[in-house]
């Protein structure tokens, strides 16, 4: 590729006090090109617009310097920090007609790859980690929208993840806005947009990223694309006008629990058959409350809040398959659970009882501050409790103290341990956990 | 455990380079440039379908002179590709390359469903035979109508006419059919009325290979898996083309001397 701006330089800008450095190109589309730069010491990304880009989006500037002034909504974005514009020693270092302008953030660090490979199916990745993610990204758009912004452009190209952990970032936010304003251009990404915005009845804002926020959690649960059913197959040449029918005329949902007549077909649309039944059913009301009712209400469709409790709850119940070791997410009310993978039946699994909620006792599942205390907002990132597999010894489920402070376990037995920070106890004589936040019981 | 072993069901998109190998594309080094524009392409290109999981990317490979000949017949993905040399030699048999493209994207062979495929003419003269009846087999094809074609002319002896009536009209009008930028013989500006549905004047290696890397990325990209779409964009065909490569200042020698 050849970089607008030259590699090795060190470029003298407006919007920041020392000189920055260009180290190397990363990359580049149509909008513009992301390079890695030095500022007094330390690295960051830089990304330069392209004339047509700027032209384009007229209101560009005012949005990003806008964005900068409101700070990041939370740590999931990759959020504009300056606005650069070349100084006159730099000038006649860009090879652009136009100087333009960029902006500095933060760069993306290693261990996060494209949401693409994921429904590609290259990755190795669990549905724990899935859900993780599906979480972090409701709760990165409630934090935006509750700062009175808008995304507008969420689709697969700008999210990423850490398969590990789940953990997500969002990139690109040169779209952000004052939800309603509509200083920008930019309407959103065919087969994510809200049928009314690809339709042009409406301006992107807060609402349609709620579409597409569902589209995204759906297209990471299951590796299909919720409106792709047999309505698909009967089309030859998948082209834009094909595009518009299937997203914008005539949408239809998949799983419409009341017309049929666009399910996946069990050949070409296999992954969505396989997957959706993994889901509990709050998560699959969720769908169809946003792909049915709200296909043509944007009020109707499931608000952010609502995607973070479901998913968290679902999190809550993860258990694993005794016969196949597969996640499994049974409700604690379902009578005779079987296990989606391998059809066995699922035994009723130990729970942990908390102040507030059920949480299974299977390795990996995690107690968080708001199982202790309602008025808490969910969040995973702080987790207190981690349900653990003793290292050898197997079949051994421990609780290990995640917390700074010591808890007192009170055994079957009578016996009183404490467990101090960073300990883990066996779960099979515990009776109860006295934490400072509250206490953990178990079924006798 | 993991995700299960599902993923998003996929469709093929052809991308087929029709390339003239007349015996002019040996003077100069223009067939080299070629064949390297194209080599240095193709890392671009595998990122480009990796990233797209709606699109199985599949290249194929027409070359004509004296005849017209499957360069890479077997449609192949473009993370297994090795692209071998053209050679150059002879005159410019495009009617029949337009008719063996033709019969490729016939159904069957061609698949029920598809994504639109990619045509991408690269030529430095003037058809031989007879394009007229090349192109209306060509264009009998539902599928070649429905394909994203991109016409490339190295240098300034290529018929741009024949070029722009391969590609159809320009809907969105500016200059006459045939007319291109640059096309008078002094050092293109490429700065306005460039459009990817006009032939694309590569006046030297540097240029061309700007031209083959959209072609095998942005517009591979476009035809698979939609890109963001802004307000006002003007009329749209089946695909909406993607900017063509941003001009470039040579503010230094470091890209290479001109070729031809």
Not at chain 1, 306 to 311: D, N, V
Not at chain 2, 163 to 191: M, N, T
Not at chain 2, 202 to 226: D, E, F, R
Request: charged letters at 20%; one cysteine or more; a negative charge.
């Amino acid at each position: 590729m050849t970089w607008i701006l030259p590699e090795g330089a060190s470029l003298d800008l407006e919007g920041i006090s020392s000189p920055l450095q260009v180290l190397r190109g990363l990359g580049g589309g149509s909008q513009g090109q992301v390079f890695e730069v030095e500022v007094a010491g330390e690295r960051l990304a830089l990304k330069w617009y392209l004339p047509a880009c700027i032209a384009r989006d007229p209101h560009l500037k005012r949005r990003l310097g806008e964005s900068i002034r409101a700070t990041a909504p939370s740590e999931a974005f990759l959020w504009p920090l300056a606005l650069v514009t070349p100084g006159p020693g730099a000038l006649p270092l860009l090879r652009l007609g136009e100087p333009g302008f960029g902006y500095l953030m933060e760069l993306r660090p290693p261990g996060f790859v494209g949401a693409h490979e994921h429904v590609g199916g290259h990755l190795a990745i669990g549905l724990l980690q899935v859900l993780r993610a599906s979480f972090s990204l409701a709760e990165a758009f409630h934090a935006l929208h509750l700062k009175g912004l808008c995304y507008k452009d969420i689709s697969l190209g700008n999210l990423f993840l850490e398969p590990s952990s789940g953990r997500i970032l969002i990139c690109d936010n040169d779209n952000v806005d004052v939800d309603g304003r509509d200083l920008g251009s930019v309407l959103g990404t065919p087969g994510f947009m809200a049928p009314e915005i690809l339709m042009g009845r409406a301006r992107p804002g807060a609402n349609s990223d709620l579409f597409s926020l569902a589209v995204l959690i759906f297209r990471l649960l299951t590796r299909h694309d919720p409106l792709r059913g047999r309505r698909e197959l009967v089309i030859r040449c998948l082209d834009e006008p094909a595009r518009r029918r299937l997203y914008g005329e005539d949408p239809l949902f998949i799983f419409d629990p009341v017309d049929a007549s666009n399910r996946p077909d069990p050949i070409e649309h296999a992954a969505a058959l396989i997957t959706w039944p993994i889901y509990p059913e709050p998560i699959q009301r969720l769908f169809e409350q946003t792909f049915c009712a709200g296909m043509q209400e944007p009020q109707l469709r499931a608000l952010t809040g609502q995607w973070m409790a479901a998913l968290a709850a679902a999190l809550d119940q993860r258990q694993l398959c005794g016969s196949c070791g597969q996640e499994t997410f049974p409700a604690p009310s379902e009578p005779a659970p079987l296990c989606w993978s391998c059809g066995c039946p699922l035994p009723p699994p130990t729970r942990l009882r908390l102040p507030h909620g059920l949480v299974t006792a299977a390795a990996g599942n995690e107690l968080h501050p708001h199982h202790f205390d309602r008025l808490l907002s969910l969040r995973l990132d702080q987790p207190l409790a981690r349900v653990e597999a003793h290292p050898s010894a197997g079949g051994l489920l421990g609780l290990r103290n995640l917390s700074d402070q010591a808890w007192r376990a009170e055994l079957n037995t009578g016996q009183q341990l404490v467990l101090g920070p960073g300990q883990a106890c066996n779960l099979a004589p515990l009776v109860r956990l006295i934490t400072p936040s509250g206490a953990v019981e178990l079924p006798c | 455990m993991p995700f299960p072993n599902v993923r998003l069901a996929n469709r093929p998109l052809h991308f087929i380079y029709i390339c003239d190998c007349s015996g002019s594309m040996a003077a100069q080094g223009k067939i080299q440039a070629l064949n390297q524009a194209i080599r240095q392409s193709l890392p671009g290109m595998a990122e480009v379908a990796r990233q797209n999981p709606e699109a199985r990317v599949l290249v194929r490979a027409v070359s004509f002179a004296d005849r017209a000949a499957w360069h890479l017949q077997q449609p192949t993905e473009v993370q297994q590709l090795q692209w071998l040399d053209l050679q150059a030699g002879g005159i410019t048999a495009m009617g029949e390359a337009l008719e063996l493209v033709a019969a490729a994207l016939q159904s069957p062979p061609m698949e029920e469903r598809a994504l639109p495929p990619v045509l991408v003419l690269i030529s430095d003269g003037q058809p031989t035979d007879d394009f007229d009846a090349g192109l209306a087999a060509l264009m009998r094809q539902p599928w070649a109508q429905k394909a994203v074609r991109l016409a490339i002319a190295m240098g300034h002896d290529a018929d741009t006419e024949v070029l722009q009536q391969f590609i159809g009209s320009d809907p969105g009008g500016g200059l006459p059919a045939g007319e291109i930028p640059g096309a008078s013989g002094r050092k293109p500006l490429h700065r306005s009325g460039r459009s990817p549905r006009r032939p694309l004047q590569a006046s030297n290696a540097t240029s061309l290979a700007q031209y083959i890397q959209w072609a095998s990325t942005a517009v591979v990209g476009a035809a698979s898996m939609p890109a963001s779409r802004m307000a006002g964009s003007g009329p749209q065909a089946n695909i909406p083309l993607p900017d063509l490569p941003p001009t470039l200042m040579d503010l230094t020698d470091d890209v290479g001397p001109l070729v031809w």
